[in-house]
């Protein structure tokens, strides 16, 4: 009961923000309830038994993607932004969308069924730890797919440079 | 019972959230508090920003330099793989030579994109 | 811990190695001709070895089947002409970075991982480093307003498009259990879950993120605004690249995950091919812009080559696999001859500027003539013989009547494709534009067109290849 609870908290903050979020006029607002948003996310991992998932949300989404939003909005000095209506005129239209696909997710998850529960069970990253439990899955099972994030970064890197230097050497 | 989905408690997280719900009431306790007891007295001068000193001049947020974007994003790509570094370094018992030699293979492919990065002088300011 | 078999991922490797290596010289050297030269070479061994390659490693995360290895051809083939006909292309417009190159082969990279992929994440990962780049690619004449609003939108339809398959694999993980394609399928087989809702919205999922990729209205409408924005050596690219690289995943998750269900998306897929054929075709009509004419002719093909998955058969896949390594060949070719006239006569894009090529240039106006022939499938081009496959496989599927739609829409293709060749042969030209045939790009026009040509009469060896390449 106390879990659903929890759970009901994080579940209905986490998309009341996020309809705050997309709301708000001026887009520095928007920003900072996003970071009450990552928050909260992090919050669901910790109860989902994924500290290390709840720790990088917040290094990484809370510190160093949120700079980069920061840093972006800065870039483009929105104050034009302030004065326009809060919506395109197509918002009905994506209103409908949005309705006519949540109804569609409601409907679905009435077909929810749980599979077996997977190779890691929650006993067993209580006995060891989440991090490690990680840890080898990451660098056992999923390795190939590690590598292939590095080609990721590095085409970030690479893509971030080309885009954006002033003058490339 | 552990091993049902969605009865987990992180119980040993109950510190922190006794510490949120402290400083949550903390913080605003104090301006609650601050405002019952202070009193008010508002005029045009007052209310004006900077009460000392030269008047504010055009908008407060100004155009920043595409300059910090690069560096932003180089901080996100290095961030993201320190945070690799963590697990690795925590598991590393377990994996061992292997593991080793896997990290050592995505260090060197980010070393590349970070010389490639220097000789492009993304990291000179001018 | 077991060292994996490294054997099946050299390809990979190989290609990681070359991108490597040029992001490297590319610091130290000025000339940046040499890194496409390089970049040709390089392709070119790898293409050697991926016939070599085979096997599945990481338990499963990596398949290198004669399927993917079919796909890898294409995208090997696609890599090394995009490198060739940026060179002038980019010197012209002052963007000759080395950086080019090294997307281009990071694209690639992607593209190969995605047809090889046997797990869900690798499958992402594949998708994202692809599209990451091409993102890039697409703005990367960045004085250009057309390419930066090419690329910001590319991005952001992408993003969205990416956040949808995200959502798709979690459902299939919650409701199976696995990321393994393989897996899954079985696991669907066996517990006879085929009419549970939450697997079908997850299919929906998948249809919707994949028909982005693929350019299937009425997932489209980036299409045309990024192909005419980016560079048409991008265009070029991407029309062809991530497009098979899509058909590709599409083809395995659909055949391995779903077979089960294939009820439900082959009727959900009729009606996307249907609309696919008919924005394609009829919108290009009214183009005057060949860029945004052969944007929607991609979305068209798109459409037919949906046929090929929509028979749900084997026959289907390597129907749409040969299709595919045709219209890499015929729009390679058109592209060609546009980047040609933007190199040397800065004209080009629109369709009015191929008035009267036949007196300036004989033989660029016939080469151009097959290409258009080949796109609207006419014996014995290439073209035709792709359509012709594709048709018999939708009528032994049992969907005669969407064959007829499909070859009713061709007809329609006649007008915008035709169009151009009654502009070469039978209009005065309003300028006298000079075109000469005699550098690489015209080579490789020349090149194109035989293969075109080749694979309309002698289609026999391709169809067996893409016959034995059945998951």
């Known amino acids: 009961m106390l879990n659903q609870i929890i759970f009901g908290y994080f579940a209905v903050t986490m998309i009341s923000l996020a309809l705050i979020v997309i709301t708000r006029k001026n887009i520095m607002h928007s920003i900072v309830y996003m970071l009450i948003l990552f928050f909260h996310i992090a919050g669901l991992y910790l109860f989902l038994n994924a500290e290390f998932l709840a720790a990088i949300q917040i290094i990484v989404y809370a510190g160093a993607i949120m700079v980069l939003f920061l840093f972006v909005i800065m870039l483009l000095n929105l104050r034009e932004e302030l004065r326009k209506s809060r919506f395109a005129i197509t918002w009905p239209i994506g209103a409908i969308f949005v309705v006519l696909s949540a109804v569609m997710i409601i409907i679905s998850v009435f077909g929810n069924r749980f599979a077996n529960v997977g190779n890691v069970k929650i006993s067993d990253i209580e006995k060891v730890g989440h991090t490690v439990a990680v840890g080898k899955l990451l660098f056992v099972e999923y390795l190939f797919p590690f590598e292939v994030a590095s080609l990721i970064l590095l085409v970030a890197i690479v893509g971030a440079i080309v885009l954006a230097k002033k003058e490339i050497k | 019972m552990l091993n049902e989905p969605g009865t987990y408690l992180p119980v040993g997280y109950l510190p922190i959230l006794i510490f949120l719900g402290f400083s949550f009431v903390f913080g605003l306790g104090s301006l609650v508090f601050g405002l019952l007891l202070r009193p008010r007295r508002p005029y045009a001068e007052k209310l004006s920003p900077y009460e000392s000193g ?47 030699v896997e990290m050592v293979l995505f260090i060197f492919i980010l070393v590349i994109g970070y010389v490639y990065a220097w000789r492009k002088e993304a990291f000179v300011w001018d | 811990m077991q060292v994996p078999d490294l054997i099946p991922v050299v390809p990979e490797i190989l290609m990681t190695i070359l991108v490597l290596s040029l992001l490297v010289i590319d610091l130290f050297i000025k000339q940046k001709e040499y890194i496409a030269v390089y970049t040709v070479v390089g392709s070119l061994l ?78 992402y990962l594949g998708l ?37 398959l995200l959502y798709g694999i979690s459902l299939l993980y919650g409701i199976t259990g696995s990321l393994d394609i393989r897996e899954i399928g079985l696991y669907i087989a066996k517990e006879g879950i085929i009419n549970n809702k939450l697997l079908l919205l997850g299919l929906v999922f ?7 990729k693929i350019a299937a209205a009425p997932f489209h409408m980036w299409t045309p605004d990024v192909y005419h924005g980016a560079p048409t050596s991008i265009t070029a690219f991407m029309s062809v690249g991530p497009k098979a690289a899509a058909f590709a995943i599409f083809g395995r998750v659909f055949m391995i995950v779903f077979p089960a269900l294939s009820g439900s998306w082959v009727n959900l897929l009729i009606p996307i091919a249907i609309l696919t054929m008919a924005v394609g075709n009829i919108v290009a009509l009214a183009q005057t812009n060949i860029k945004r004419m052969l944007a929607y002719s991609s979305i068209a093909h798109a459409g037919y080559a949906l046929l090929g998955i929509i028979a749900a058969s084997n026959e289907g896949l390597s129907a749409m696999m040969n299709y595919m390594l045709i219209y890499l060949f015929m729009n390679v070719g058109a592209f060609i001859l546009v980047i040609m006239l933007n190199n040397q006569a800065k004209v080009g894009d629109s369709i009015h500027d191929y008035r009267g090529l036949s007196k300036s240039n004989p033989l660029a106006a016939f080469l151009m003539l097959i290409i258009m022939f080949s796109l609207t499938g ?94």
């Open chain 2, 54 to 100: 030269i008047a504010p001049e055009g908008e407060p947020r100004q155009k920043f330099s595409v300059k910090y974007y690069i560096i932003a994003i180089l901080f996100v790509v290095f961030d993201v793989e320190a945070v690799f570094l963590y697990p690795w370094a925590v598991a590393f018992d377990m994996i061992g030579l292997y593991g080793f």
């Open chain 3, 378 to 471: 006419i014996p014995p081009t290439a073209g035709f013989m792709g359509k012709l496959y594709l048709f018999m496989a939708v009528v032994n599927a049992g969907y005669g009547w969407l064959a007829v739609v499909a070859v009713i829409f061709s007809a329609i293709s006649a007008f915008y494709y035709l169009r151009i060749v009654m502009f070469m042969f039978m209009n005065e030209s309003i300028e006298e534009v000079k075109l000469s045939l005699v550098d690489v790009n015209g080579l490789l026009l020349i090149i194109v067109v035989f293969m075109v040509l080749f694979i309309g009469v002698n289609p026999q060896p391709f169809v067996e290849l893409a016959r034995l390449a059945i998951l």
């Open chain 3, 206 to 212: 998948f249809i919707t993120s994949f028909g982005f």
């Open chain 3, 46 to 123: 790898v293409i050697i070895s991926v016939f070599y390659c085979t096997g599945v490693t990481f338990k499963g995360m990596f398949v290198a089947d004669s399927y993917s290895i079919f796909f890898k051809m294409i995208f090997l083939i696609n890599v090394i002409f995009a490198a060739i006909i940026s060179v002038e292309y980019l010197k012209k417009r002052a963007s000759l970075y080395g950086e080019y190159y090294v997307l281009l082969v990071f694209a690639t990279i992607g593209m190969m991982i995605m047809a090889s992929a046997g797990n869900l994440i690798v499958l």
């Open chain 3, 128 to 164: 994202e480093l692809m599209a990451l780049s091409t993102y890039v690619l697409a703005g990367i004449i960045r004085t250009d307003g057309l390419s930066t609003e090419a690329a910001v939108k590319y991005f952001l339809l992408g993003a969205f498009s990416s956040a949808i």
